[in-house]
């Protein structure tokens, strides 16, 4: 877990290391209030159950529509040599919360942390759902060198990512 979280470091997007499920909302809520973030926040369904109205966040659930701040999804595993999430879409997790809202947020198990990218292709064969229709592969932040060949985060997607990474 320590490889993917250095690697995922040194592509500019950081970890946060939570105890259990249930921290997800207060944490989420602490961090935007640190950063300053107040606008909507859309929520992968399958972390729908966690107590939301409990860290005084009302978000919505489903796919992103484009206004959102914060979106929060779920990855299937993380690549430790690359610091990479694979995440699968489905209707427990709409592709659209990876790329539109301005700060991804991605919960991780540590257990769900592989070595390489091929081990990432067998987690996902070896799921007890469907093959998903897209699978994403994101390390970082978005970022674009168009513009005089400057790094600017954000220009095609999300701006911050991090990872809660669960022990």
Request: proline share 7%; charged share 20%; hydrophobic share 45%.
């Amino acid at each position: 877990e320590r490889d993917f979280e250095s690697a995922l470091e040194q592509a500019a997007g950081t970890v946060e290391w939570l105890d259990q499920p249930d921290d997800i909302p207060r944490q989420l809520a602490r961090v935007m209030q640190q950063q300053g973030l107040d606008g909507p926040v859309v929520v992968a369904p399958a972390l729908a159950h966690l107590d939301w109205a409990g860290a005084g966040l009302a978000p919505r659930f489903g796919p992103a529509l484009g206004d959102e701040t914060v979106g929060l999804s779920q990855a299937v595993c993380g690549v430790a040599e690359t610091g990479t999430l694979v995440l699968a879409s489905g209707a427990d997790d709409p592709t659209t919360i990876n790329f539109l809202p301005e700060y991804h947020f991605v919960v991780l198990a540590s257990a769900n942390v592989v070595d390489r990218l091929e081990d990432a292709w067998m987690r996902l064969r070896e799921r007890d759902k469907p093959w998903p229709r897209t699978v994403n592969l994101i390390t970082g932040p978005s970022r674009t060198a168009d513009v005089e060949q400057t790094i600017q985060l954000g220009a095609h997607g999300p701006r911050s990512l991090k990872v809660f990474m669960l022990s």
